[in-house]
């Protein structure tokens, strides 16, 4: 088992919806969270990032992170077609970051 | 700022031969990562370097790869014999201070190497 689950996907949805992508991970230790956005042959860049449970909301973005469950959350409002991009969920201790496996994402006009 | 940079941006080699792969972190960032990603296996950790400690090699797949980081900057990444499972794109980043998830950690574009 792996210590971050992220669904592949890929997920299509029409400009204006609201995606909701998720990750599991298996180390209650785990402290820190982050979804990063990759666009085609580019490298990932941070787009949010918590070290708590609760929500944290940026723009359009919000990240949810449930400790109890093990779960994280990344919600986009309004989606956009400049959105359309893999999302990696990120997670580790002050020592080592382990990622999802990217879960891509297109928005249609 | 100038980002982290890689080079090449693409790579062909034949099975068997050694490759070298370039990072030039951000200026001032202590900490460099290197991870490779394969389609549908995400990112995966490879080695660590930070500052003037040894370097954290722990996800290194084989003594086929190694790394080096001169003067606690630019860093290179050899795989020797390369293997077509090496395929994937090597991605490089840098972080101000290190500490794994504790510090936001910039990426370069990566480096698409494909052995035939």
């Known amino acids: 088992q792996k210590e971050v689950e992220q669904d592949p996907g890929p997920l299509s949805v029409p400009e204006g919806a609201i995606v909701s992508l998720n990750c599991t991970y298996s180390?209650?230790?785990?402290?820190?969270f982050m979804w990063y956005r990759q666009y085609s042959r580019k490298g990932p860049e941070l787009l949010m990032y918590t070290y708590s449970s609760g929500n944290k909301e940026d723009g359009r973005f919000t990240a949810q992170v449930d400790k109890s469950s093990k779960y994280i959350s990344l919600f986009i409002r309004d989606s956009q077609p400049s959105d359309s991009a893999t999302y990696l969920c990120a997670t580790g201790t002050a020592s080592k970051l382990t990622f999802g496996t990217g879960t891509r994402l297109q928005v249609t006009l | 700022g100038a980002g982290v940079s890689q080079s090449p941006s693409n790579k062909v080699t034949e099975k068997g031969k050694d490759v070298e792969l370039r990072c030039d972190p951000i200026s001032g960032h202590t900490a460099l990562y290197w991870y490779r990603q394969s389609l549908g296996q995400g990112l995966e950790f490879l080695i660590y370097f930070q500052g003037n400690s040894a370097p954290d090699k722990s996800g290194l797949p084989s003594d086929r790869f190694s790394a080096e980081r001169t003067g606690g900057s630019v860093s290179t990444l050899t795989i020797q014999r390369t293997q077509q499972e090496d395929s994937a794109v090597y991605l490089c980043?840098?972080?101000?201070?290190?500490?794994?998830?504790?510090?936001?950690?910039?990426f370069g574009p990566g480096t698409r190497l494909t052995v035939l």
């Open positions: 180390n209650s230790a785990f402290q820190y």
């Open positions: 980043a840098s972080s101000l201070v290190g500490g794994g998830a504790g510090d936001t950690q910039y």
